[in-house]
């Protein structure tokens, strides 16, 4: 990930800082990075699961909702980043680890909103005209102030980090 | 290339420069040098590539053309070989010359078969139900005819624009998905999609830096990691 070889990246960064906003939620989190993971687990067995990476590549995003919202018990959670201004995340030559799709928080609202209710989703973003452009030159969150990585724009998505509930 | 003679006498800098020794120059702010785009600085850095990949596909535009909102590129590009300009409007009144009013997600109104042409530039980021738009492209061109189509890639949103015209930005698209979508709708015919830009590229364009600010050198490179903007030619099947 752009940033990784210089010190952690500033996409990192932004995680790390939508995962704090729910600290006191993340024991016993089922992780995830493809929906192939959670086509074994069982229904409403999981009362939190979190995605840092891995969204953007799912050509289309809905069944991967579909999976997470069924694996939920009711008044679980399901904490979501996704970008956002970003490099292709292409790995070699070809389009392995290519993103299909850069989200917006409006996307992101309307995706999740679909499948788990309008009401039951908040969308935050992360970055700005600094940090983005930072981030896709490769240099780490390390070599900004945190000033400069905190300050928001919402010009400037480079992370929207989604938190949706299952209602029933 | 020959290293002029005052560069022997300091040491030249590494690349990449270490952890702690970029130098960010005008760049380090935390907001962009336009508000607007880089249309305050020359244009737009996107436009470089949206207008060159129109006037390689000039001849494209001829017959009864549709343009989303405006006609300026059907008229810039097509010219003579236009013989009806069509112009396609979301809300009645926002163009004085519209032929049709409506949304590309529910146009049952505009009949099939019926252009020789659509050009929809940067606008399918801004539709939900992206396949249905795509759907309804195809099926409004006539067997043969050509749809000019470019979307962003990585992007800024835009505060002004939003407070104008709402909130409607969904999605950045990637070469990969254009090229999917387009052919899952276009599979008689034919669909060539490619990126454009590079980081340099896309660094100018995210702080709003106009396109005559890097040279079409730094401009033409293209590098797959970093698509800044991205186009589709697709040819409707059937007899031309």
């Not at chain 1, 590549?57 to 997470?68: C, S, T, Y």
């Not at chain 2, 494209?60 to 112009?87: H, K, M, N």
Request: aromatic letters at 10%; charged letters at 25%; proline letters at 5%.
């Amino acid at each position: 990930m752009a940033g990784s070889d210089r010190g952690g990246s500033i996409r990192d960064h932004y995680v790390a800082a939508f995962l704090a906003g729910h600290r006191s939620q993340l024991d016993g989190a089922l992780a995830i990075e493809d929906a192939r993971e959670l086509e074994q687990v069982a229904p409403e067995s999981q009362r939190i699961i979190i995605m840092t990476r891995g969204f953007e590549h799912a050509d289309n995003p809905r069944p991967l909702l579909h999976l997470i919202h069924r694996s939920l018990c009711p008044g679980g959670i399901a904490l979501v980043a996704a970008g956002g201004i970003a490099p292709n995340g292409r790995t070699g030559s070809d389009e392995t680890g290519s993103w299909a799709w850069h989200y917006t928080a409006l996307s992101m609202r309307r995706l999740f909103g679909d499948i788990f209710g309008p009401g039951a989703v908040t969308a935050t973003t992360y970055g700005n005209v600094l940090s983005a452009a930072a981030y896709l030159q490769g240099i780490s969150a390390g070599e900004l102030t945190a000033a400069e990585l905190d300050h928001r724009d919402p010009d400037y998505e480079l992370l929207i980090g989604v938190r949706a509930e299952r209602r029933t | 290339m020959r290293r002029p003679f005052h560069s022997f006498l300091r040491p030249r800098r590494p690349w990449p420069p270490p952890v702690g020794a970029v130098r960010f120059g005008s760049l380090r702010r935390r907001a962009p040098l336009s508000q607007q785009w880089g249309d305050d600085r020359g244009g737009p850095v996107d436009r470089y590539y949206i207008e060159g990949f129109l006037a390689a596909c000039r001849k494209d535009v001829r017959g009864r053309v549709l343009e989303i909102a405006e006609d300026v590129y059907s008229r810039w590009f097509g010219g003579s070989r236009v013989t009806r300009f069509d112009i396609l409007e979301y809300q009645k009144g926002e163009h004085p010359r519209a032929t049709i009013v409506g949304d590309l997600t529910a146009a049952d109104h505009i009949p099939s078969n019926t252009f020789d042409c659509v050009i929809v530039t940067q606008t399918l980021q801004l539709i939900y139900d992206v396949e249905a738009a795509i759907g309804t492209i195809h099926r409004i061109l006539k067997p043969g005819g050509v749809a000019l189509i470019t979307v962003p890639g990585i992007s800024q949103l835009n505060r002004h624009d939003r407070e104008t015209w709402g909130d409607y930005w969904c999605w950045g698209f990637t070469a990969r998905t254009l090229e999917r979508l387009f052919r899952e709708h276009f599979q008689s015919g034919d669909v060539e999609v490619e990126a454009h830009g590079n980081v340099l590229a896309a660094t100018a364009f995210l702080y709003g830096l106009g396109r005559g600010e890097l040279t079409r050198r730094e401009l033409d490179f293209r590098d797959p990691e970093y698509q800044l903007l991205i186009t589709a030619r697709a040819r409707k099947g059937g007899a031309a």
